[in-house]
């Protein structure tokens, strides 16, 4: 099975920029993989921010933005705010079976 | 919009199985798959597998292949997963979640405990 990466920490001053990433084992991501990011705080069901590589929902903030880069999907935020420090988990899809990233953890400070 | 509510908390001994049910509040419930992903305590997410709600194919993860089922009644718009021979591992937070943009469920806690 692939194993899908993320960075395990990553710290953002608010206000600032902030690119998180979600690399594949078995090579380049690319649209064919469907990547999704999910948001996830303490206490809290996942809630989804990013579908099918860029895609947002209605309640996705503007200053989440979803892309690739460099043979990886990557999640960018910018102009952190306080309430943007939760976990952070990227999907990818392999022909149908689903392979989570193991989170982010993102600090605003 | 959709909502899926799942079933309240359990908690079972090791050796037994838990059914977790996921209902959802929308018009086309068959036009879609379900999703189950659990989450351990202080872990990450794991996905476990998806059922397509219209034709009832399946597809699991290799890790939970022939421990769980998924089901699905369409008359009632409610997917089902039933995981067996449970063990103290099992003890986490289940998912449901609607593909086509991932809308999840609030989540239900299965505690595994002699």
């Known amino acids: 099975q692939a194993v899908v990466t993320q960075e395990p920490s990553l710290t953002v001053s608010p206000g600032g920029t902030v690119t998180l990433t979600c690399g594949s084992s078995?090579?380049?991501?690319?649209?064919?993989?469907?990547p999704y990011w999910f948001q996830q705080k303490p206490g809290q069901a996942p809630r989804t921010l990013i579908y099918d590589t860029s895609n947002k929902h209605s309640w996705t903030p503007a200053r989440f933005s979803g892309s690739l880069l460099g043979g990886r999907a990557a999640l960018t935020l910018s102009g952190a705010q306080p309430e943007d420090e939760a976990d952070y988990y990227c999907l990818l899809s392999y022909s149908g079976v689903q392979v989570f990233g193991g989170g982010t953890k993102l600090t605003v400070l | 919009q959709v909502q899926l509510v799942q079933s309240g908390a359990e908690v079972k001994k090791p050796g037994a199985s838990v059914k977790v049910s996921c209902k959802a509040s929308?018009?086309?419930?068959?036009?879609?798959?379900m999703h189950w992903v659990r989450q351990a305590p202080g872990q990450g997410l794991e996905w476990m597998g998806w059922?397509?709600?219209?034709?009832?194919?399946?597809k699991y993860a290799q890790k939970f292949q022939g421990r769980v089922t998924l089901t699905r009644d369409t008359s009632i718009s409610t997917a089902y997963m039933d995981l067996s021979s449970l063990i103290s591992d099992d003890t986490a937070v289940y998912y449901c979640a609607r593909d086509s943009g991932w809308y999840w469920g609030q989540g239900t806690l299965v505690t595994v405990s002699s």
């Open positions: 929308e018009y086309s419930f068959t036009g879609y798959y």
């Open positions: 059922i397509n709600l219209n034709s009832g194919g399946t």
């Open positions: 078995t090579g380049a991501v690319t649209s064919g993989h469907y």
